[in-house]
T-cell receptor
Framework: AQSVTQPDARVTVSEGASLQLRCKYSYFGTPYLFWYVQYPRQGLQLLLKYYPGDPVVQGVNGFEAEFSKSNSSFHLRKASVHWSDWAVYFC????????????FGSGTKLTVEP | DAAVTQKPRYLIKMKGQEAEMKCIPEKGHTAVFWYQQKQSKELKFLIYFQNQQPLDQIDMVKERFSAVCPSSSLCSLGIRTCEAEDSALYLCSSSQPGTDYAEQFFGPGTRLTVL
């Protein structure tokens, strides 16, 4: 069955530092992968999405992610973190055969230190 | 701006009571999803509607929940008899299926607390 693992429940970085949030997926075939961000008391917002094609995808606010089939990974990166990036980040996989239902990882809470 | 609306934002029920929450999908969207999120953890898919018809749902929803979309502009999710384990944030999303993957837009959620 499909699954998404985010091994880091919490990540703390200094403002201006680079960031990588890890995501591993388990799925037989090529999945559609997503990163969502959840700010306090708000719903989820889409950061970026991967469809089969270029393994590096660009998202909003300077985020990018790289798909690796060999590593079954879809890590999120940002070159320079801003305090406004303080939020919870979710990796998700979609199986196009299942009406685009999203299957989420457990999330990574990002804390940004001044 | 695109927006999915959910009401109420907060809901408190006693164990054994019935609960109901509503979702207004983005105008023109024909697909509606409900997810359950406990303690800021992963979202769990509950049920999916397409053109107001339920097309997929997990067993828990079949057994203990009631979900309908009486119109294209309103859906509701109910719990017949609340249990403590139902305390969670319930998120609704909508999308417009097309030739490409249809992005889901999420509402702010209804936070249910069962005492």
């Amino acid at each position: 069955a499909q699954s998404v693992t985010q091994p880091d429940a919490r990540v703390t970085v200094s403002e201006g530092a680079s960031l990588q949030l890890r995501c591993k997926y388990s799925y037989f075939g090529t999945p559609y992968l997503f990163w969502y961000v959840q700010y306090p008391r708000q719903g989820l917002q889409l950061l970026l999405k991967y469809y089969p094609g270029d393994p590096v995808v660009q998202g909003v606010n300077g985020f990018e992610a790289e798909f690796s089939k060999s590593n079954s990974s879809f890590h999120l990166r940002k070159a320079s973190v801003h305090w406004s990036d303080w939020a919870v980040y979710f990796c998700a996989v979609s199986l196009m055969s299942n009406y685009n239902v999203l299957y989420f990882g457990s999330g990574t809470k990002l804390t940004v230190e001044p | 701006d695109a927006a999915v609306t959910q009401k109420p934002r907060y809901l408190i029920k006693m164990k054994g009571q019935e609960a109901e929450m509503k979702c207004i999908p983005e105008k023109g969207h024909t697909a509606v999803f409900w997810y359950q999120q406990k303690q800021s953890k992963e979202l769990k898919f509950l049920i999916y509607f397409q053109n107001q018809q339920p097309l997929d749902q997990i067993d828990m929803v079949k057994e203990r929940f009631s979900a309908v979309c009486p119109s294209s502009s309103l859906c509701s999710l109910g719990i017949r008899t609340c249990e403590a384990e139902d305390s969670a944030l319930y998120l609704c999303s909508s999308s417009q299926p097309g030739t490409d993957y249809a992005e889901q837009f999420f509402g702010p959620g209804t936070r249910l607390t069962v005492l």
